[in-house]
């Protein structure tokens, strides 16, 4: 579903990126892991095209979308959550999710109020997020976890093929990180997820494979029990970051 | 055009750069260190000149005036910084915004102080004459504007490079707000960039008066000139206002010769170029658009 | 109040608004009242149509006076180069080069935010100024246009002071209720994501350069309408129209009545054409005034009249 090859991106003589190379399947879950500065955050922003690279490309289902602007990828299917959260404070929660719904529907309607149907989806999926009751509050008065149950109901809104989660769980109770982690992996297997998460709990329940990241390459790459066993992983993180039982 | 013609047309050029240069030099300083485009720039520029017209008629010197201008609106610039502008430090739209006002209560004062006809100042004695190059005669002064320009220019270079106020300038540009971690008295160093933004403006204004004259709407011009300039030539760096200053001084010269009403069409030309091509201006290093 | 009670008394205060000639006319001010009230209203239009830039879409736009002055010379030029005082045509040419010009200064524009935007418009604006100023073979140079004809719609003849005054007043409604649908429609709804969080809407497949882009351009079409209105009034258009003096008035008024509202735009025309035409008679100063009551603003209150009293109602409603 994802491939990325040899793909580059520097800041001034930093290289964030230094070739890295990936293929996810279709309705793989794939965890990218690594330690802070590995380039994690820049790989998601040159996936949804908020970075350009300095090189390589990226395809999505095949096509070419390298070039494309964001939001033509997020028309293609790509969808994310941002690790900072990202809403429009002052609008409902219905209101943010239905300007993802309505996102998909442009051009977009004038003069009128917006239609039932678009509120009645938000709701939906607001409910299906666990904010049901929710619907009227502004992202602004929303606790923490709440906004990142936003964040994900605005993501879905998209109908995407491709998620990516940059770091779903930062900065939430184990018992918010614990209701989050079910809902993600309760959602559609046919969905294409790519998760950055430093809570390895998460990365292993969560994950079908794992990518390492280290210093802009990908180092080590496969299932989650082969990288759970992989000596040069926890030599450059887990071994710091993290007991491994 | 004739090569004397030409010639001629060319230190126009290169004397109105000058002036730019002097005009845009206080707003790019500005805005490099405090991200304020000041939007009272011209009227600073405009009650310069009138400061000037007053002086010259007490004291008949326009050396004095030269001196006097600037000095004045440095002050008035002490007083606004820390009255207006302070109380909305980080929040730099709204700086901005309060600067519309500053220049609406300026100009309508200007226009009760010393009316609303058009006045004209003299050239100083010494440089009221004219001077034969290249097969044409040509006006002193405007050498001089180009004299005062570069050497303008020069002295500023040597204060950017070799003194400490240069020293806090070029840093308080890269990222002011690290130099009030460092320890340095960033409400005193902003009254002070903007005072000096205030009266290099009022210096460009008496300067600009025996050429241009005195007249209702200066301001305007003013600030639109400068701040195409900026756009130009790149905001918030000495380079910048310099190489905005040399092309768009020349360019609106020869425009006005060869397109006459339509001179301005030639600088919506150069700036609709530089915001596709090179967003960031000639010399600059923030980008205007994305 | 009831929706119905709402809508009724709404309607209510826009019939008492365009007869007001009519009710008023035993005042003895009546006549200066109306005039006053017409022009207040034409820049009541111009000024809802930058707060959809500068209130709705977070576009801060300097430069609006070039669709307004553009509309203005657009609709007196027609009439006399055509010959016609026919609403809908000399009405159709404003439109059309305030929406020429707002796209092509919007694509430059549109790319930048903030500051900068602020810039860019100011600067790309005074350049219509400075064509309307010195082409004087087209628009009369520095002396305007003079005798512009008042228009006729559907064989009735609209220059008589009251029918002038109802035909600004009934358009000002009609644009009124334009934008407030417009604004809640998810078009509207859309230009708030821009305003709040322009990556965010981009992320969800938004192509906010195109909104930002549409936005522009109907707000300049709006303002051009009202540039056509001020032409007909006034039967005179001013370069000034054009120029940074008319786009900063514009501005003021949103920033005084509040940003991002209807009622805000509406509220700070009234203000500032009461500084400008009433007080102006009285007071020397009242471009001071002016300028002082907009740092004031600025400074102590940003969201504008609407805002305050929208901070005066919530401490009256909880105790």
């Given amino acids: 579903m994802i491939e990325v090859r040899e793909l580059r991106r520097s800041f001034g003589g930093v290289k964030a990126l230094d070739g890295v190379t990936l293929t996810v399947g279709d309705g793989e879950r794939r965890a990218v892991i690594g330690p802070n500065g590995a380039g994690k955050t820049t790989l998601f922003n040159v996936l949804t095209g908020e970075l350009p690279p300095t090189g390589g490309d990226v395809r999505l289902a095949g096509a070419e979308i390298t070039r494309l602007r964001p939001w033509q990828r997020a028309r293609l299917g790509l969808a994310r959550v941002y690790q900072r959260t990202e809403l429009f404070a002052p609008l409902s929660a219905r209101e943010n999710v239905a300007l993802a719904v309505a996102a998909r529907a442009g051009p977009y309607r004038a003069f009128r109020a917006p239609p039932r149907s678009e509120y009645a989806a938000a709701d939906a999926l607001l409910e299906r997020v666990g904010l049901a009751g929710r619907e009227n509050a502004a992202a602004r008065i929303l606790s923490h976890g709440e906004r990142r149950q936003l964040e994900l109901a605005v993501a879905l809104a998209q109908r995407p093929r491709v998620l990516l989660l940059d770091e779903p769980t930062a900065g939430m109770s184990p018992a918010e990180t614990a209701r989050i982690t079910e809902l993600i992996s309760g959602l559609d297997r046919a969905l294409t997820i790519l998760i950055v998460e430093h809570d390895m709990d998460v990365v292993f329940r969560l994950a079908d494979r794992v990518s390492v990241l280290h210093e802009g390459r990908v180092i080590a790459d496969g299932t989650v029990s082969e990288i759970r066993g992989d000596v040069r992983v926890h030599d450059v993180y887990l071994g710091k970051a993290v007991s491994v039982a | 055009m004739s090569p004397e013609l030409l010639f001629q047309q060319a230190l126009n050029g290169l004397s109105f750069g000058a002036l730019l240069f002097i005009l845009a030099a206080g707003l790019s300083l500005v805005f490099g260190m405090m991200d304020v485009v000041n939007l009272a720039h011209g009227a600073f520029y405009m009650l310069g000149a009138y400061v000037a017209l007053t002086v010259v008629q007490f004291t008949g010197s326009f050396w004095l005036a030269l001196a006097a201008a600037p000095v004045a609106l440095g002050a008035l610039g002490l007083a606004i910084e820390p009255l207006l502008l302070r109380h909305l430090r980080g929040r730099h739209l709204d700086q901005v915004l309060l600067t519309i006002g500053v220049s609406l209560v300026i100009v309508d004062q200007i226009g009760l102080i010393w009316g609303r006809e058009v006045r004209s100042l003299p050239f100083p004695p010494g440089l009221d004459g004219t001077v034969v190059l290249i097969g044409g005669v040509y006006p002193v002064y405007r050498l001089f504007v180009i004299a005062f320009g570069v050497a303008l220019a020069a002295v500023i270079a040597v204060i ?28 005193r160093l902003f009254a002070l960039t903007f005072a000096v933004g205030a009266a290099l403006a009022g210096l460009a204004g008496v300067i600009a008066a025996p050429v241009f004259g005195l007249q209702p709407g200066m301001d305007v011009d003013a600030l639109l000139y400068s701040l195409v300039v900026v756009v130009v030539g790149g905001l918030g760096t000495l380079g910048g206002a310099v190489a905005g200053s040399v092309l768009v001084g020349p360019v609106d010269t020869f425009g006005k010769v060869l397109f006459q009403e339509f001179a301005l069409a030639v600088i919506f030309a150069i700036v609709a170029l530089v915001l596709l091509f090179k967003p ?9 658009a994305r | 109040m009831t929706r119905a009670a709402r809508w009724v008394a709404l309607a209510a205060v826009a019939v008492g608004l365009v007869t ?17 009230l017409r022009d207040m209203l034409v820049f009541a239009i111009f000024a809802l149509s930058l707060d959809i830039l500068v209130g709705h879409a977070g576009m801060p736009s300097l430069g609006h006076a070039a669709f307004f002055g553009g509309g203005a010379y657009a609709a007196g030029i027609a009439s006399q180069r055509l010959g016609t005082d026919q609403l809908p045509i000399t009405l159709a040419a404003a439109v059309l080069v305030a929406a020429l010009l707002a796209l092509v200064i919007g694509l430059l524009v549109v790319r930048s935010e903030g500051i900068f935007l602020l810039m860019l418009t100011l600067a790309l604006a005074q350049i219509v100024f400075a064509i309307a100023f010195q082409w004087t073979a087209v628009t009369g140079g520095s002396n305007g246009l003079a005798g512009v004809s008042r228009p006729t719609l559907f064989g009735i003849d609209l220059s008589a002071p009251d029918r002038m005054y109802v035909l600004v007043a009934a358009t000002f409604l009609v644009v009124s209720l334009l934008i407030w649908s417009l604004m809640r429609s998810p078009y509207g709804r859309a230009l708030t994501g821009v305003r709040e969080n ?11 350069t195109r909104l930002k882009l549409s936005a522009f351009v109907v707000a300049g079409m709006i303002a051009g309408v009202a540039g056509a209105l001020s032409a007909y009034s006034q039967r005179f258009v001013s370069p000034g129209d054009a120029g940074i ?41 009242s471009e001071t005034v002016l300028g002082l009551v907009f740092i004031g603003f600025v400074l102590l209150a940003r969201q504008g009249i609407v805002g305050l009293g929208r901070a005066a109602y919530a401490r009256v409603r909880a105790p």
């Fill in chain 2, 160 to 187: 950017y490079r070799r003194t400490k106020l240069g020293m806090l300038i070029r840093a308080g540009v890269e990222d002011a707000e690290m130099l009030g971690a460092l320890g340095v008295n960033t409400d």
């Fill in chain 2, 280 to 288: 960031t201006g000639l010399l600059g290093r923030i980008r205007i």
């Fill in chain 3, 20 to 36: 007001f000639p009519y009710w008023s006319a035993a005042w003895e001010t009546s006549r200066f009242a109306t005039t006053v």
């Fill in chain 3, 198 to 208: 322009e990556r965010r809407m981009r992320a969800l497949g938004y192509d906010t």
């Fill in chain 3, 245 to 285: 003096g008319t786009s900063v008035q514009a501005f003021v008024m949103v920033l005084i009545g509040g940003a991002g509202t209807i009622l805000g735009p509406v509220l700070g025309a009234g203000v500032v054409m009461y500084i400008q035409r009433v007080l102006s008679s009285a007071i020397p100063v």
